[in-house]
């Protein structure tokens, strides 16, 4: 069974949830933007850009609650760290390189 214990090498908790509450406020100010014109039928590159930005907000949504368990900076799939610099680059990350790496080929 993984060691559960935060990542020695990451922020602490509190800095770790302003910046993925921040990240989550700006994407949520962006979605509301275009939501009166991201229809299919209206504008489909407002649609698909919409449906992103929906996916990484249940993304830094599900990392809030990570570090609300005391899991945040763990991979989901093997529970090893994920690296810093990955989480640096993406807060919202779930899984390490190697699993995603592997999930991406699949």
């Known amino acids: ?3 559960l214990t935060p990542v020695a090498d990451l922020p602490p ?3 770790i949830a302003s910046r993925l509450e921040s990240l989550l406020r700006d994407r949520e ?3 509301r933007e275009l939501e009166p014109r991201a229809l299919p039928t209206v ?3 407002a649609y698909q850009t919409a449906a992103s930005h929906r ?8 990392a809030l609650e990570r570090v609300a368990a005391g899991t945040y900076g763990l991979c989901g799939r093997c529970g090893e760290p994920i690296a810093p610099a990955r989480l ?10 190697g ?3 592997r999930v991406d080929a699949a």
């Open 1 to 3: 069974m993984p060691d």
């Open 13 to 15: 908790s509190a800095a």
């Open 29 to 31: 100010t962006v979605l």
């Open 43 to 45: 504008d489909p590159v």
């Open 55 to 62: 996916a990484v907000i249940r993304q830094l949504t599900d």
């Open 88 to 97: 640096e680059v993406l807060p919202q990350a779930s899984a390490c390189i």
């Open 99 to 101: 699993c995603q790496s």
